[in-house]
């Protein structure tokens, strides 16, 4: 059975932020990871809304995660900047946290940037580097399609692949290039969290074909191709995954580099607002 409350959440949600977008309407969505709150790209006409003041949206519990909506205009058109997200293991649903993508979509949104921090499950992407994602495994034990699948949502059975657009992909590790990034592609591999993983659950994520490790990003990617927004996700390695480095593994670690690296990101990404 649908999900009707999300459904309300939704329109009140798209509603209140339009009232207050100062006729700026969002094409482009950047998601900001664990970190990464200063990796902002200059806009005009800013607006800046609280999590907290629009209908339905929680306030993120996570260090990291800022909290605020940022509106304005790019290069290309209309930008929409998520200070922070939502995550399945803070004990939202999975249509609670992807709400967000669902009612700037009604506000016109056409490409989603996702970025997030990261463990590595490769040696030759360090930390530092970026991971330029073509593809996920979903270990998060849920999807937020469920009860999510009636007509007001989308297609039921979307198709994931090329759920990461070739086009952004090469316009992103251009741009990553140019703002001195060492970026490669790869999978990304969804775990739900919020614990880190265990030394074993690593080595068997490698031989599955992961890249990376993380604990978002995946059911915004869902939602997106359910609704047909093209994405592009932007993975920043925060640390080398358990087991892969005798350094224990700590959220504030993750926060300090995501400062340094912030600047950078930040660069790419105001590049490839030029290029959408």
């Not at 339905?56 to 209309?78: A, S």
């Not at 979307?158 to 790869?186: F, M, N, Q, V, W």
């Not at 614990?195 to 059911?219: C, Q």
């Not at 580099?257 to 990101?265: C, I």
Request: include cysteine; proline fraction near 5%.
């Amino acid at each position: 059975m649908a999900d009707k409350s999300i459904l309300k959440d939704i329109g009140r949600a798209a509603a209140y932020i339009k009232s207050k977008s100062k006729g700026v309407r969002p094409q482009v969505l950047i998601v900001l990871g664990s970190g990464l709150n200063e990796a902002l790209p200059p806009l005009k006409k800013q607006t800046v809304i609280a999590y907290d003041k629009i209908p339905g949206f929680p306030e993120p519990t996570v260090k990291g995660h800022t909290g605020r909506l940022i509106l304005g205009e790019g290069p290309q058109g209309g930008v929409a900047i998520l200070q922070g997200r939502y995550h399945f293991y803070e004990g939202h649903s999975m249509a609670r946290i992807t709400m967000p993508l669902r009612a700037l979509h009604r506000l016109g949104l056409q490409t989603a940037i996702l970025t997030s921090a990261v463990g590595s499950l490769r040696r030759d992407l360090k930390p530092g580097d970026l991971c330029v994602l073509n593809d996920h495994m979903n270990f998060m034990g849920a999807n937020p399609l469920q009860a999510c699948h009636t007509a007001e949502y989308g297609e039921m059975f979307p198709d994931l692949a090329g759920a990461y657009s070739k086009r952004l992909r090469i316009l992103a590790l251009a741009e990553c290039r140019k703002a001195g990034i060492t970026a490669k592609e790869g999978v990304y591999t969804a775990a739900s969290g919020p614990s880190y993983e265990t030394p074993a659950e690593i080595r068997a994520f490698a031989k599955l074909g992961g890249s990376v490790v993380g604990m978002s990003v995946v059911p915004e990617v869902i939602v997106a191709r359910q609704l047909g927004i093209e994405v592009v996700g932007l993975s920043w390695i925060a640390n080398m995954a358990a087991g892969m480095s005798k350094d224990a593994l700590t959220h504030h670690d993750v926060l300090e580099l995501g400062k340094k690296m912030a600047a950078r990101l930040g660069k790419a990404l105001t590049g490839l607002l030029g290029k959408i």
